[in-house]
């Protein structure tokens, strides 16, 4: 069968996935009981701190996992790119179940046991340890097992920020359309969070439930240690190379980072990252070395600055106001990815629709489809009705880059936005409308390089700069639907486009 | 002659809601004696006996033990020294019948083999067998079998003064009358000084040395159980005494 094939052939990535999933996982839940015990212990004996502590809690639950990525990356210490700022939001995430049934259970230890245990002389905490404790440990026991099994599922979120794991796999199958990956990270997770319910159901059920949870944190804390050495030493000296969480942005990764490893250089991959923002302050902090910005984005998403539609002014610009934040921005590599309203050839053949223009007479009816972060832009949707003249009769609809060309072919929008350099819009026999009143800015990719991590990495703004211009639309194209269409993996098509470059290059 | 073993003097506990649990309250064990205190549930009995112990602390008044004011007591040490026997004999559900009866040897430190022995010694005192019951759960004991075991326990240190809250409230009319036979037998040869605690006019006038009836927070009555029973006081104490008795 082919998706076992394809587990097969990949079954070393998967086991190591597996492990940086299960590493997650098991320091997170640690790092929660360590914290939830003691606090639901002091919440017990001071109630008047249990509403405010588990409001804290609960409302850090309610938090979306990537606006908690958000506030964390920023921060020092605890935030950044990698584990630490995956296990920063599990831990905040596994609190509450941990908190309210430590507290829950000691509370409900019948008080006349209590009073017999004061009553013979027991100090608090030889009551605590002798009688509370062991008498709330199946409430206790029961959450830690939804914590440990809710970050199971969560620690798939870490991949946004670069921790791996087995939402590497998801993340990537969603951006690559690839339902087999998406099943190579989904697959493992299911039954890693069947397999953690049922020890720590095995270990609630047994005879002795302290001894056993004992044996059983003994077990976890040699599986993670086991499994963190499995994972390698950090490489120190390594170059970070970031990038944002689509195909084109995987990819560019993949070849930044083939094409330094090229040239000798030790490379950390950190691919598909959140997006915009998170690559952004991950740059800016160092957390990355480099990632691969489009010019129009820097302007106006990070720069926050007007709309304008020269390449050249745009370029200058966001190298002048970049130099102070501590980053250099390189020569562009070659292509304009800029965004592109997309729609089912028939339609527009039908309608008579080439130009974004011709699509006022439809502007009412007209169901579009869009990433979130369009809506939001200032080159985005308001300025494009406005400078257009029209309005949408009908709410537009986010949804995940991943999933707007299917949404389209399937005929539930008839207008996407997109990029000009989707792989799927000749795959999927789409057409781009053009811009004829030219509202978009350029979008030429750049190369973004954090200045400490040029001083430290020597050869690195060389190496860099020898891509400048290798790669045009039609190749980025290409490179989309090599991975997008035909399923391959991004780190393939890298090695094998940068090889093409080397070939005529010698002739 | 030596002090009593536990004195109360005009010992008075109001509770938060105004009503007061304990209105000048005096009464004394002597050592080796048992003293009952009667009364129905809220006349002040129980709160009276956790005064010894400190689970309460009195607002006037002064409670001695071995001559010495609680509160002069480490309150850790009194409690150990003091064996503690309440209804359904308050036994830990998650130790076994041994971890149960060597709980006080254990805080005090006693070596394991010590409190081993000890565990033997005094179930078989008890009258339960050693091998049988030890490694078993208190679920999985009869009623009767717990309150020997919460006997066993509060006897484990060997304490001079033994506080006991209903301790036989729980069982059937049979089982209660042989244990509290079993009871009477073993303070034959013990000895202990005794406070105990119950609503049960028959249980009271078999176990009692003294007997002091309770009423709203006074002690109305004191005498012997003769004369508690040929000479109650005219009201209380005679309604109480009368409608428990044929």
Known sequence: ?507 | MSAPAVEMVDVRKRYPSGADALAGVSLSVDEGRVLVLLGTSGSGKTTALKTVNRLVDPDAGRVTVLGRDVRDWDVIALRRGIGYVIQEAGLLPHMTVAQNVALVPRLLGWPEDRQRARVHELLTLLGLEPDRVASLPPAQLSGGQRQRVGLARALAADPPVLLMDEPFGALDPLTRRRVQDEFRDLQGRLRKSVVLVTHDVPEALRLADEVAVMDRGRVVQRGTPREIREAPQAGFVRDFVAAALP
């Open chain 1, 1 to 507: 069968m082919n998706l076992l094939r394809f587990f097969a052939e990949r079954r070393g990535e998967i086991l190591a996935l597996t492990g940086q999933h299960v590493v997650l996982v098991l320091v997170s839940t640690g790092i929660a009981a360590a914290l939830g015990l003691p606090l639901g212990i002091a919440m017990a004996r001071r109630p008047r701190l249990a509403r405010p502590l588990l409001g804290v809690a609960g409302l850090l639950q309610t938090i979306p996992s990537l606006a908690l990525f958000g506030f964390l990356i920023p921060l020092p210490f605890v935030g950044g790119i990698g584990a630490r700022t995956a296990i920063v939001a599990l831990v905040l995430y596994a609190l509450l179940p941990v908190l309210r049934n430590t507290y829950t259970g000691i509370l409900q230890v019948d008080r006349a046991v209590l009073e017999a245990a004061t009553g013979m002389g027991m100090t608090p905490s030889e009551r605590l340890r002798l009688v509370e404790l062991p008498l709330a440990l199946p409430v206790i026991l029961a959450g830690l097992r939804i914590a440990a099994v809710v970050s199971v599922g969560t620690a798939t979120i870490a991949a946004a920020v670069g921790a791996g794991g087995l939402g590497t796999y998801v993340f990537r199958g969603i951006a690559t359309l690839d339902t087999r990956l998406i099943l190579a990270g989904a697959i493992p997770a299911a039954l890693l969070a069947l397999l953690t319910d049922g020890l720590l159901g095995a270990v609630e059920k047994s005879r002795r439930p302290a001894r056993a949870a004992a044996l059983l944190a003994a077990g976890a804390a040699l599986v993670a240690a086991l499994a963190f050495a499995a994972t390698g030493p950090t490489r120190q000296k390594a170059v970070v190379v970031g990038s944002k969480n689509f195909t084109e942005q995987v990819v560019l990764g993949e070849i930044l980072a083939a094409h330094l490893e090229d040239r000798g250089f030790r490379v950390d991959r950190r691919l598909n990252l959140g997006g915009t923002n998170v690559c952004h302050e991950a740059v800016t902090t160092g957390q990355l070395d480099v990632y691969v910005e489009y010019t129009g984005t820097a302007l106006t998403d990070i720069l926050k600055r007007p709309v304008n539609s020269d390449p050249a002014v745009v370029l200058r610009e966001v190298q002048a106001a970049y130099g102070p934040l501590g980053l250099r921005v390189g020569a562009p590599l070659g292509f304009n990815n800029t965004f592109a309203l997309v729609m089912r050839r028939p339609e527009a053949a039908r309608r008579g629709i080439a130009r974004i223009s011709d699509l006022a007479p439809y502007a009412a009816q007209l169901r579009v489809g869009l990433f979130g972060e369009f809506l939001e832009r200032k080159d985005g949707m308001p300025g494009l009705l406005q400078t257009y003249g029209f309005r949408l009769g009908v709410r537009p609809r986010e949804m995940d880059m991943g999933l707007i060309y299917p949404a389209l072919a399937a005929g539930q929008v008839d207008l996407v936005v997109g990029s000009a350099t989707d792989g799927l819009i000749a795959a999927l026999d789409l057409v781009v409308l053009e811009d004829d009143r030219h509202y978009f800015p350029p979008y030429d990719a750049v190369p973004v390089m954090n200045e400490a991590g040029l001083a430290r990495h020597p050869g690195l703004l060389a190496a860099l700069d020898s891509l400048a211009g290798r790669i045009d639309e039609a190749s980025m194209r290409r490179l989309n639907y090599a991975v997008d269409g035909e399923h391959r993996s991004p780190s393939d098509v890298a090695r094998e486009f940068l090889a093409g470059l080397r070939t005529s290059a010698r002739q």
